[in-house]
């Protein structure tokens, strides 16, 4: 599986950005996928995850209520609309996806990553 990011770039504060990611190498059927993103120094953090249908959408705390993750209707394809920007959301965005119907909160549930995109926030 092969998945590529893009829309990442450099916002002031209380901006937005929108992140797409495209997966190619198999069919997509009964997979779900996820942002997640890693701040400079830190661990790579869940962000957002939806289902294999694009019907259930998971997002972490710090995400709720600003962020939208959403799935193509070909399933290959997600995006992750991002609005109400904070400096604190500076991070390398990555896009991965798992086997199985079922958005997964941890980095060990998923199967394969994208190379990721970089946001920067400034205030």
């Known amino acids: 599986v092969h998945l590529t990011e893009s829309g990442g770039g450099v916002v002031q504060t209380g901006g937005s950005l929108k992140l797409s990611c495209a997966a190619s190498g198999r069919p997509f059927n009964d997979y779900a996928m996820a942002w997640f993103r890693q701040p400079p120094g830190k661990a790579r953090e869940f962000v957002a995850a939806?289902?294999?249908?694009?019907?259930?959408?998971v997002y972490a705390d710090s995400a709720k209520g600003r962020f939208t993750i959403s799935r193509g209707g070909v399933r290959n394809t997600i995006s992750l609309e991002m609005n109400s920007l904070k400096p604190e959301d500076t991070a390398v965005y990555f896009c991965t996806i798992r086997t199985g119907a079922n958005p997964g909160y941890a980095v060990t549930s998923y199967d394969s990553w994208g190379q990721g995109t970089q946001v920067t926030v400034s205030s």
């Open positions: 939806i289902d294999d249908e694009g019907t259930r959408p």
